[in-house]
């Protein structure tokens, strides 16, 4: 669990990196083992100090701030699974390895397949049935008695090879049946377009995540998705397959374009479309490359060399999406990247189709194996020509006579680096001048003109997202303030130089509830009032203060703080009457550290739909507590499009002797067009407190089922909306 880092969707991309490094350290360590005759001495040993050593919990404390994310992420995970993880990333490739030298013309590569299948299965069962029912100290127990059951397993598989008589027996190729060519020893571009191939599927899988959650919508567990499809496509990749694969097809070029269009707002397709359109897509490509991977593998002897340089191509899409990609752009262009080099990849057997075969194989390369397979040739067969040079003509129109944007990397890193890969590409890569000249020039469309959401007056990015301030015509002219594609806060260009404030400030956005509170604890502005606010947004809430308040902003990302108080942007911090203070870093660390006391704390720090569950854990709310006035309201936003988190706040602050009410504000048609959106509040606070600052609220009723959420337990499932069968609220 990363606690810290939850509300980012950044921090998945963190974790596979950090699990690719250590995939390739495994690799490595397998590669040196596999040339030593005694490697199996060495291993039991290796075996023997990593059960001595497990560690003693699965837990790494949250007392320190984030200032570096990444670094944080790895050393959180290296201190607390490292070296197991490091044995079990040592298995795969020695057990096959192994199997190779005692199973002399076997295919030992199937199992690398059939290892997947564990993976695929793991990653369902414990988002579904493991973590919601199990607290983390029981998980731990489960997990070391499951780990040390795999280590006795492995011990008695290295028993069972000392009784073979082939151990010193010389490697043979694979049976003719699984593979018909004998690979020699494998040249710098055989590995170099392992490396290729293999980083590919990873930064796509981690792009898709980013683009789904950022700019479609973010949705719970979402990353399981890509993930899911990546292991699926390796299972069913990483064999003899009886049909030519996706990246035979020349319909890669219209799907590509499809999406590339989609997503980049010029094709008007709906969201949910360009979701399937997307997942569909990844998991074709995915195949195909794995596939591809398959039938470029060596002679065994080179096997772990050849899982080697595959677990640095995943390395190498990692670091791209984790590095290169938030700190080289502005906007989320990876993804476009990676589909535009996979148009690069041809299968392995090109045999063009039938009376086309020039034609196809000079112009594209991508022919159907059809007497092979005795398929019939398609109308896209026949016309594969037209619609690949239809495809091809739109998207340069759109790329170099569209309107154009200011560049949208941050350094020459980003250009770098997809130039670089296309270079691998090209080196050992089937492709055709036209595929080479097609992808440069659309590489460098991307780089270059690549247009964003809306009419942008900021764009950046950071590892907690996309952040954009667009220029809009609504309200007679404003800017809008969007992570990923949720409004954070908007603001009128009538009201720049002089925005309202206190009593005749008016509710925008989701904030009627800051205002309503304010108001009734001050007393209609007659005395001043201390306030605490978790996440800034546009600065919105600066407006609901008066003389002598005093505002305290507790904001974690640097680019919110940096568009918040730009007066190019918005005004509200800058014009507000209030003394504002800023403390950038996670929340929750920077409260328990505060000796603050306030009036009015309010929580409002999910980014687009991402749930920061540490922030809503008792612990959490202990430390909240300690920060408030005997007379003091936590007010808690709890608007979301999947979750109600009503039930789950509600457990977990009785369980603390604190009461809780609920209003769901619904803005009239005139304050709708005014600005007021609709928005759900949870008020927390002793019941005589809540009576006076927030009458008129609903209290909640808790199912029998539901469990208050800790450190150690949270279920973001049972808080989905279309689980539960109806929301129980009491009026008063």
């Not at 490396?195 to 990353?223: E, K, R």
């Not at 800051?514 to 809430?541: D, Q, R």
């Amino acid at each position: 669990m990363l606690p810290v880092l939850g509300g980012s969707p950044n921090v998945w991309i963190s974790v596979n990196l950090f699990f690719q490094v250590l995939l390739l350290s495994g690799y490595y360590v397998s590669t040196i083992l596999s040339r030593i005759h005694s490697s199996r001495y060495i291993y039991l040993v290796f075996i023997l100090v990593i059960a001595f050593i497990l560690p003693l919990q699965l837990k790494a404390g949250i007392s320190s701030p984030i200032d570096e994310p990444i670094a944080w992420v790895f050393k959180y995970l290296l201190t607390s699974v490292g070296l197991p993880v490091l044995l079990l990333c040592t298995v795969a490739p020695l057990l096959q390895f192994w199997y190779g030298k005692v199973m002399p013309g076997s295919n030992p590569y199937l199992l690398y397949a059939a290892s997947n299948v564990g993976s695929f299965l793991g990653i369902l069962v414990y988002p579904l049935l493991i973590e919601p029912r199990l607290e983390l100290d029981i998980q731990f127990e489960l997990w070391r008695s499951i780990y040390l059951i795999l280590l006795a397993t492995i011990v008695t598989i290295i028993f069972t090879t000392f009784q073979s008589a082939n151990w010193d027996i010389n490697f043979q190729t694979g049976n003719s049946e699984d593979n018909d060519y004998i690979m020699l020893e494998p040249s710098l571009l055989d590995r170099l377009r392992w490396v290729f191939l293999a980083a590919i599927p990873v930064s796509l899988s981690l792009s898709l995540t980013s683009y789904i959650t950022q700019d479609i919508g973010s949705f719970p567990l979402l990353w399981i998705l890509p993930l899911g499809l990546y292991l699926l496509s390796y299972i069913r990749g990483f064999k003899p397959l009886n049909k030519p694969t996706f990246l035979a097809s020349p319909c890669k070029y219209v799907l590509i374009a499809l999406v590339f269009l989609g997503f980049n707002s010029y094709l008007p397709i709906p969201s949910q479309l360009k979701f399937l359109l997307s997942t569909i897509l990844f998991y074709q490509i995915s195949l195909s490359v794995h596939n591809y991977l398959y039938q470029s593998r060596p002679d065994v002897l080179y096997l772990p060399q050849f899982y080697l340089f595959t677990s640095l191509g995943g390395v190498v899409g990692g670091l791209i999406n984790a590095v290169v990609a938030p700190a080289s752009y502005k906007f989320t262009i990876e993804y476009a990247i990676c589909l535009v080099l996979c148009l690069l990849i041809n299968p392995v057997t090109q045999v063009s189709v039938t009376t086309h075969e020039v034609r196809d194989k000079l112009l594209l390369g991508s022919g159907f194996s059809m007497k092979h397979y005795n398929i019939q040739p398609t109308f896209v067969d026949k016309n594969t020509i037209y619609i690949v040079l239809l495809a091809i003509g739109v998207i340069e129109y759109i790329l170099f006579w569209g309107d154009w944007h200011q560049p949208n990397f941050k350094t020459l890193f980003g250009v770098l680096v997809p130039l670089v890969l296309f270079a691998v590409g090209i080196l050992k890569l089937d492709s055709t001048k036209l595929q080479k000249a097609f992808v440069l020039t659309s590489l460098i469309g991307i780089l270059f003109v690549f247009k964003p959401f809306g009419n942008y007056l900021f764009a950046d990015r950071s590892y907690f997202g996309n952040l954009q301030v667009i220029k809009s015509d609504s309200n007679g002219g404003s800017r809008i303030m969007l992570h990923g594609i949720t409004m954070h806060g908007f603001q009128s260009d009538s009201i720049m130089a002089s925005p309202p404030s206190g009593l005749v400030a008016p509710g925008l956005a989701y904030y009627t509830a800051v205002k309503e509170v304010v108001k009734n604890i001050s007393n209609n502005y007659n005395h001043p009032i201390k306030i605490g606010m978790v996440g800034m947004g546009a600065g919105i809430s600066a407006m609901y203060t008066g003389d002598d308040d005093v505002l305290d902003f507790y904001e974690i990302d640097p680019l919110v703080i940096k568009v918040a108080t730009d007066t190019r942007y918005f005004s509200y911090i800058d014009k507000s009457p209030a003394k504002i203070n800023i403390i950038q870093g996670d929340a929750r660390l920077s409260l328990s550290t505060s000796t603050q006391k306030y009036d009015l704390l309010v929580l409002d720090a999910f980014s687009s739909d991402a749930i920061p569950t540490h922030l809503l854990t008792r612990e959490a709310f202990e430390i909240y507590s300690r920060r408030m006035n005997p007379d003091g309201v936590i007010l808690v936003h709890i608007s979301n499009r999947y979750f109600d988190l009503s039930q789950a706040v509600a457990a977990t602050v009785h369980g603390l002797g604190k009461d809780i009410l609920r209003k769901d504000y619904n803005p009239t048609p005139e304050n709708g067009i005014l600005g007021e959106a609709q928005a759900k509040w949870l008020a927390v606070g002793a019941y005589e407190t809540l009576n006076k600052y927030v009458n008129r609220w609903s209290e909640v009723a808790i199912d029998s089922d539901i469990k208050a959420w800790t450190d150690d337990y949270s279920n973001l499932l049972g808080a989905l909306d279309f689980l539960r069968t109806n929301t129980h609220i009491k009026k008063q």
